[in-house]
């Protein structure tokens, strides 16, 4: 009677490993928030043990800010350049980010980065020195264009707390678009309009999709 082969397994080097566990800790985290990413359910669904993911993340605290610098990190470069790019130009650069953020993102990406861009977590609580960094970078991508927007020079927490300021409403917009209040023409059209006025320090007129309404 022949012998029954057992497969051979596949085994991973560590970076493979660790690009796989990532992977994993993403799609937990669009499927079900950062409330469902932890080292227990990330070894059940990578079918690995709890033991092999400390090898790679010492602890939750580690995991969350990992998984959150790869769900994120190439949306905020891009972001950024885009505003290293167009420094003078503002409304080009906002234009930029607003396709990113609608076109880029997955509805559970947008998900998770609004809960951790919003939530107001406790010091002590493990995802809170993740949401720290994620809301820094959210303010410094626009840092470049601040600047021109106001007029003066500031210094760099003045431009940070402007540029998270900015970086909120995008958040409105999105909001809007996805809350079916506006498109996304008319969204971009009514940010556009709030950032000029912010510039001119005057009124710039109603944007088009509220002159409509305003007759």
Known sequence: MAEKKTAKRNYLNRQQRRQQLLDTAASIVDEQGWS??????????AEVSRQLIYQHFTAIDELLLETIKYLFGSLYQDSQADFNQQPSDIEQAVQAQHRHYHEDLSAGRVRALWTILFTPYNANEPIAKAARMIRRLSADVPAAAIPGLVGVELADDQRRQIGFMIDMLFWGSYSLVSDGEMDEDSALEL??????????????GLPPAFRKSAK
């Open 191 to 204: 940010l556009l309009w709030m950032l000029r006025r912010f510039k001119s320090g005057e009124s710039a």
């Open 36 to 45: 469902g990413l932890t080292m227990i359910s990330l070894a059940e669904r």
